[in-house]
T-cell receptor
């Protein structure tokens, strides 16, 4: 089936360090979404990217959509303990919203 | 309050005993889906529905059934649960195909 590959699977950073997670698809995507799941919680929508080369920012979070619309990244500047959780990308294939495997972020204070 | 409600939140059952996990949304969303979350595998889609009486298989449909008789409800049925269905299950809904998904609180199922 359709797949969105997400790396890394896990990252443990010192508070204040930056963090990036990447998503890749073998096919061109119509859009890509990002979600955050806090420990013990449910996924919560962060943002959707639609345009080729699009860059959007939410405070310390920067989201990018590749020029070819086959990859995307989420970058967090100066991580804080409140950033801990699992970050998922998700892509639409027809009517199906397919999620990447997620990147678990742990922050050492 | 706009929300997706799943019940139960926690369930321990025995192999072969039929169970239903309910999901209800109050946002008049067209699309509803069921996912299971397992360590290292992310969120895998079980079934999805584009509207009343319209459902389709996701990536891991084996052992599950769904129905969409009303727009707001999308129950997940396990006719004969097995231990490999032990997982964290999420129901999600979205207005249209390319809009954000809203998730329920999750149902942690253990099959012994």
């Amino acid at each position: 089936g359709q797949q969105v590959m997400q790396i890394p699977q896990y990252q443990h950073v010192q508070e204040g360090e930056d963090f990036t997670t990447y998503c890749n698809s073998s096919t061109t995507l119509s859009n890509i979404q990002w979600y955050k799941q806090r420990p013990g919680g449910h996924p919560v929508f962060l943002i959707q990217l639609v345009k080729s080369g699009e860059v959007k920012k939410q405070k310390r979070l920067t989201f990018q959509f590749g020029e070819a619309k086959k990859n995307s990244s989420l970058h967090i500047t100066a991580t804080q303990t409140t950033d801990v959780g699992t970050y998922f990308c998700a892509a639409l294939y027809g009517n199906k919203l397919v999620f990447g495997a997620g990147t678990i972020l742990r922050v050492k204070s | 309050e706009a929300q997706v409600t799943q019940n139960p939140r926690y369930l321990i059952t025995v192999t072969g005993k039929k169970l239903t996990v309910t999901c209800s949304q109050n946002m008049n969303h067209e699309y509803m889906s069921w996912y299971r979350q397992d360590p290292g595998l992310g969120l895998r889609q079980i079934y999805y529905s584009m509207n009343v009486e319209v459902t389709d298989k996701g990536d891991v449909p084996e052992g599950y059934k769904v129905s969409r008789k009303e727009k707001r409800n999308f129950p997940l049925i396990l006719e004969s649960p097995s231990p490999n269905q032990t997982s964290l299950y999420f129901c999600a809904s979205r207005l249209q195909g390319n809009t954000e998904a809203f998730f329920g609180q999750g149902t942690r199922l253990t099959v012994v």
